[in-house]
């Protein structure tokens, strides 16, 4: 029998295999189950069933203190150039495509843990930057990332709790 899920805590990031650093405000995990209202004129505004129509998933990271390399892959169109991120324009990118796996590791006691069974693992995400640097005295500055999650259309996953065999 499976034990219960334990989500309490700050998460370590790994997108593509890379690190991308530290978060400040937490990670957000949003699965929304969309559905489609079925009527009959005798039954008025009642809906007499509802269908499932998908699920939205979404992943907010609110990053902070980033590399360069940490910030180029996060942002689609970004790429290093030697020591330089370069952001060109991303118009026109299938995000399915360059979907990559995305893996919160929760932090225990201070380290990321390398316990899978405690991993939520996302085989096809694709990161959407809205970052704003705000330069003053006062603000920390926060890279804001936000994973569209796409469902593995061979197996029907759109993500997995615990060890993925």
């Given amino acids: ?43 008025g505004r009642n809906p007499v069933d509802s269908i499932v129509v998908g699920t939205v998933t979404e992943v907010e990271v609110l990053l902070t203190d980033l590399t360069l390399t940490q910030m180029a892959a996060v942002t689609p169109g970004a790429v290093m150039s ?3 991120f370069v952001l060109s324009t991303a118009v026109g990118t299938s995000a399915r495509d360059g979907a ?7 932090i225990i006691n201070g380290i990321k843990t390398t316990d899978e069974s405690k991993w939520l693992n996302f085989p096809l995400a694709y990161p959407f930057v809205d970052a704003e640097m705000v330069f003053t005295n006062e ?7 936000t994973f569209q999650i796409f469902e593995d259309e061979a197996t029907d996953v759109i993500a997995n709790f615990g060890t993925v065999t």
């Fill in 1 to 43: 029998m499976a034990g219960f899920v334990k989500l309490i805590g700050p998460t370590g990031i790994e997108f593509n295999s890379v690190d991308i650093g530290d978060s400040q405000g937490g990670v957000r995990v949003r699965a929304t189950i969309e559905k489609a209202d079925a009527f009959k004129d005798k039954r």
């Fill in 82 to 84: 030697g020591n330089r």
């Fill in 139 to 145: 603000d920390q500055q926060i890279w804001k990332c």
């Fill in 100 to 106: 990559q796996v995305l893996i919160l590791k929760p």
